[in-house]
């Protein structure tokens, strides 16, 4: 079955306390991002990776880290949690061709930085 | 920047009705990408309906419907025969051909009353 997979999809923890939410997409997807959504605002693209070794920031990628060693996977890193960053993530993965664009969603991972 | 406004924060709708959903885009794109993603309480984002900017004829799948007038940016989705599952929070979206972002208006919230 073609998915992404977040973990954890909930997670409460104290502010400073480095934590990693991992992503992982099975369907070959060049393209991963990550986003947060928060009530009124939608969803706001934090980072995003064309392919291996390739990241870039989104709109608000400050107090976020990402990397990209491997396709599949796409790990969202908070080196220093706070209480601002307490949101709703998803990671989403699509085919990087034309004549595309649907994005693929994980489930969702619920944060709470107290 | 492109933007994405959704007017409508909450609507209501009875079971068996046709409601619409309104979303208007701002771009100086001509080739894009439009999208309408439910995300139901479960939180999983799931497409409705895809549209692609230089196409004419309005998309459908099933009970959904898109009416998009480019000259005016606006991309309004119709759901007829409403469904106690259609009940969720509808997110228009924007992407650009070979584009990075999916920008994501801030949502409407459907509920379907019995």
């Known amino acids: 079955e073609a998915q992404v997979t977040q973990n954890p999809r909930y997670l409460i923890t104290v502010t400073g306390k480095k934590l990693t939410v991992t992503c992982s997409q099975n369907m070959n997807h060049e393209y991963m991002s990550w986003y947060r959504q928060d009530p009124g605002l939608g969803l706001r693209q934090i980072y995003y990776?064309?392919?291996?070794?390739?990241?870039d920031k989104g709109d608000v990628p400050e107090g976020y880290k990402v990397s990209r060693k491997e396709k599949r996977n796409f790990p969202l890193i908070l080196e220093s949690p706070s209480p601002n960053q307490t949101s709703l993530y998803f990671c989403a993965s699509r085919s990087a061709g034309y004549r595309t664009g649907e994005l693929f969603f994980g489930e969702g991972s619920r944060l709470t930085v107290l | 920047a492109q933007t994405v406004t959704q007017s409508q924060p909450e609507m209501s709708v009875q079971e068996a009705e046709t409601v619409t959903l309104s979303c208007t885009y701002d771009?100086?794109?001509?080739?894009?990408?439009l999208f309408w993603y439910k995300q139901p309480p479960s939180r999983q984002m799931i497409l409705v309906i895809r549209?692609?900017?230089?196409?004419?004829q309005n998309a459908t799948e099933n009970r959904f419907s898109v009416n998009f007038q480019k000259a005016a940016k606006s991309f309004s989705l119709k759901i007829s025969d409403s469904q106690l599952g259609d009940t969720a929070m509808y997110f228009c979206a924007f992407m650009m051909i070979y584009g990075q972002n999916f920008v994501f208006g801030p949502g409407t919230r459907l509920s379907v009353l019995p």
């Open positions: 990776s064309m392919n291996v070794e390739v990241t």
């Open positions: 771009t100086s794109e001509s080739n894009y990408y």
């Open positions: 549209q692609e900017a230089y196409k004419q």
